[in-house]
């Protein structure tokens, strides 16, 4: 089905089982956010909260709860929109199977957005910002966040349309020092399309014109968030996934989607910030406050009947996973085409997206009677990191595929083949004071820390234990061995204080172990803040070691040493307990998990998911 409005997905969903209506009054504060979280968890259905406390509007969440549930949405016009993006990643497609791909061409038009005279469209009224479902989701975030919003803007030397960018940047409606009604506060960094925007607009002394659409056709809050080929407009793939033309229109000089639930028109003045956050986030902390550009509200608008989407982040798995898959499986074969020589590149999900990836690439630089060593993996692991939101990662872990088949999404296996095959003494390769996510604070600042290259080739060189090795279970001040996995250990050391006395901890722990004896099987230790945690699952490890760890300052090395520069160990330590500077983790409100127990019982709206 395609829809032309939020209005007729959700009916779409409700009448094939995919959504379910909640229709006791509920707390925009706390509350929503709590509920979305524990349905998602259980795979349950989409919700539309039908009588939210303090607002007259609706609002819906977990429409892309699961990758089923996302591809039904977009059944009608999958195909024809895969098809055009894998065309403009590869024209030569059109070439070698022209009557597969005679149909793109007419795709491709009817996506075009088109602009409708006549300024404000019928149905929409003007409201205020403190009309909306306020939103607040997690018990310290500093007010309310709009978190599916398609916050578009134009390049102010090209001004239109198909110059414009069209992103997902969270939206602070109240809180902070904002003024309500008159200011809401949007997070995005300088490097993003609305950033350079917002360069140019600086430049010429103007302020940038923002419009905030919240809603419309899902097709259009996907599109806010996909890594599309340079060169093709978001408000083109909008309109390809959701089979009609992107129509919008300008009133007081801000482009309004006529399709839109919701539109917020305003102002970035030049050097106008005000403190954003805190905000729950995906990495599973919060992202403490800083400053970020405010903007000064023009107008906002409403449609009758309007629906409020919205999504809650935290810890991953959460529903902005199944975003990821969609976009994978529609955009998949870009990084091919970007990276020559690249056959996958994972961002891992459980540890945070942005933290770690996984990447198989080829090897074909080492004749075959030298030695096999990383060369051609290093010049693509170089163009990983230098691509896009992948150049926010601090671990990459790559490997060429060679004799058996391997995959960036099994994690354990793909761990243990670098782990059997790495030369520890020449295959780890340090960025030191470089650029990381804004919302990791494991560095040394807001956007500052370092990234590291683990690499391996060739034949297994080491069998690795599947048992604590005894030397690691005699060690004074780190106690608790476990295993996570195969030559994989995890040490419980005490609370971290400085990096000063952490270095001297860590350089010991490196003394005794290399004192007891050679550790071949082990060539991973973590020393942690609670070893039973960090092994229970193999996604605690990696959320634990890889959102609390910064590897210029973390990573150690049992006979560790420096030559020409290139640093080398024989077993790699990380020190990925809590830092100090670490922002806190993501804790629930018992009363609230409390409270939302009655929705879920015999005669609640809820009563059918099973929880």
């Known amino acids: 089905m395609k829809y032309c409005n939020l209005e007729e997905c959700v009916n779409d969903l409700e009448k094939h089982g995919h959504l379910v209506r909640i229709r006791e009054e509920v707390d925009p504060y706390l509350e929503m956010a709590a509920i979305h979280l524990k349905v998602y968890e259980a795979g349950g259905p989409a919700l539309l909260f039908e009588n939210v406390k303090g607002s007259k509007f609706r609002a819906v969440s977990n429409l892309f709860g699961t990758l089923e549930r996302s591809k039904f949405i977009f059944r009608r016009t999958w195909n024809s929109t895969h098809n055009v993006i894998a065309l403009r990643n590869d024209p030569m497609?059109?070439?070698?199977?022209?009557f597969k791909y005679v149909g793109t061409g007419l795709s491709a038009r009817k996506a075009l957005p088109i602009k409708k005279p006549g300024g404000l469209p019928s149905g929409f009224q003007e409201i205020s910002i403190s009309d909306l479902p306020l939103i607040t989701h997690w018990p310290e975030d500093g007010g309310a966040f709009v978190t599916l919003p398609q916050v578009y803007s134009e390049d102010p030397d090209k001004p239109g349309i198909m110059n414009s960018n069209l992103g997902m940047y969270r939206v602070q409606l109240n809180g902070n020092d904002y003024a309500l009604n008159k200011e809401v506060g949007i997070h995005y960094q300088i490097h993003r399309g609305i950033g350079v925007h917002q360069e140019r607009a600086n430049r010429k002394g103007e302020p940038l014109k923002v419009s905030c659409f919240i809603g419309g056709p899902p097709a259009h809050t996907l599109s806010a968030v996909m890594p599309l080929p340079e060169g093709m407009s978001e408000m083109i793939v909008a309109g390809l996934l959701s089979g009609r033309h992107f129509s919008y229109s300008y009133v007081d000089g801000y482009c309004i989607s006529n399709d839109a639930d919701f539109v917020i028109t305003g102002e970035i003045h030049p050097g106008e910030?005000?403190?954003?956050?805190?905000?729950g986030d995906h990495l599973g902390y919060y992202s403490l406050v800083h400053p970020f550009p405010v903007m000064k509200v023009h107008k906002v608008y409403a449609k009758k009947n309007a629906i409020f989407p919205f999504t809650v982040v935290g810890r991953p798995p959460q529903e902005d996973t199944a975003f990821g898959e969609l976009i994978h499986e529609l955009t998949g074969g870009a990084i091919r085409q970007e990276i020559p020589g690249v056959k996958e590149v994972h961002a891992v999900d459980a540890a945070g997206v942005h933290p770690l990836l996984f990447a198989i690439g080829s090897e074909r630089y080492t004749p075959y009677q030298q030695v096999k060593q990383p060369a051609e993996i290093l010049t693509i692991a170089n163009r990983i990191l230098g691509t896009g939101q992948l150049s926010l990662a601090k671990f990459l872990f790559i490997t060429a595929e060679e004799k058996q088949p391997i995959s960036t999404h099994d994690v354990e296996d793909f761990l243990t083949y670098i782990l059997e095959r790495i030369n520890l003494r020449r295959d780890i390769h340090f960025y030191t004071n470089t650029t990381i996510d804004t919302l990791d604070y494991s560095g040394t600042g807001l956007n500052s820390g370092s990234k590291v290259i683990f690499a391996a080739v060739g034949e297994k060189k080491r069998e690795l234990c599947t048992e604590v090795p005894g030397i690691l279970l005699e060690l004074q001040g780190f106690g608790h061995a476990k295993m996570?996995?195969?030559?994989?250990?995890?040490?419980?050391?005490?609370?971290?204080t400085t990096y000063a006395e952490a270095a001297q901890e860590m350089n010991k722990l490196s003394e005794d172990i290399q004192a007891s004896?050679?550790?071949?099987?082990?060539?991973?230790?973590?020393v942690c803040d609670d070893s039973e945690f960090l092994s229970d699952r193999i996604e605690n490890f990696l959320w634990a070691t890889f959102t609390r760890s910064n590897p210029s300052h973390d990573i150690y090395g049992v006979n560790s040493s420096t030559e020409y520069k290139h640093w080398s160990c024989d077993n790699v330590i990380i020190d990925a307990r809590i830092k100090p500077?670490?922002?806190?983790?993501?804790?629930?409100?018992p009363a609230v998990q409390k409270h939302i127990e009655r929705l879920f019982v015999a005669g609640g709206s809820l009563s059918g998911v099973k929880i």
Do not use: R
């Open 517 to 526: 004896g050679a550790l071949p099987s082990c060539p991973m230790i973590i």
């Open 93 to 98: 497609k059109a070439l070698k199977n022209p």
């Open 484 to 496: 996570v996995m195969p030559g994989l250990v995890a040490l419980q050391g005490s609370k971290f």
């Open 273 to 279: 910030t005000k403190p954003e956050g805190p905000f």
């Open 581 to 589: 500077h670490q922002a806190p983790p993501l804790i629930p409100d």
